[in-house]
């Protein structure tokens, strides 16, 4: 079963990979759940994300892109992607910048 994850930030530390765990990780019954991978525990969530390969992966941050587009105005979402770049070193900056184009630009056309 699946509810509402509140929206986090990248800006916000563990809070955010908190969220990304949470996200992916389907069943998860404790936080000893989310920090583990592979048998190993890792101390951080950031750690654990990093891990399961989930920060370094451009189609998480463009899947968190796309749905802070239905809340969040064109000026948020620019100040979410400059933190994106910021924060999250994205491997395709230009792929990210045209699949989310119409959202981040739409109070300029």
């Keep these: 079963m699946r509810g509402r994850l509140v929206s986090a930030n990248p ?3 563990e ?5 990304l765990l949470l996200f992916h990780i389907s069943g998860p019954t404790c936080f000893e759940d989310l920090y583990t991978v592979n048998n190993i525990k ?7 994300a990093l891990e399961r390969g989930l920060i370094e992966s451009d189609d998480g941050l ?6 802070a587009s239905l809340f969040q105005f064109p000026n948020a979402l620019r100040r979410l992607f400059a933190t994106i770049l910021r924060f ?6 230009r792929k ?8 981040l ?4 056309r």
């Excluded at 809070?15 to 969220?19: A, D, E, M, S, V």
């Excluded at 890792?42 to 654990?48: I, N, Q, V």
């Excluded at 463009?62 to 749905?67: G, K």
């Excluded at 990210?96 to 959202?103: A, D, M, P, S, V």
């Design 42 to 48: 890792y101390p951080t969530f950031r750690k654990a």
């Design 96 to 103: 990210l910048w045209h699949e989310h184009y119409n959202g």
């Design 88 to 93: 999250c070193e994205p491997g395709d900056v």
């Design 11 to 13: 800006a916000e530390g």
């Design 15 to 19: 809070r955010y990979y908190l969220r």
């Design 105 to 108: 630009s739409e109070d300029y």
């Design 62 to 67: 463009s899947q968190y892109l796309t749905e």
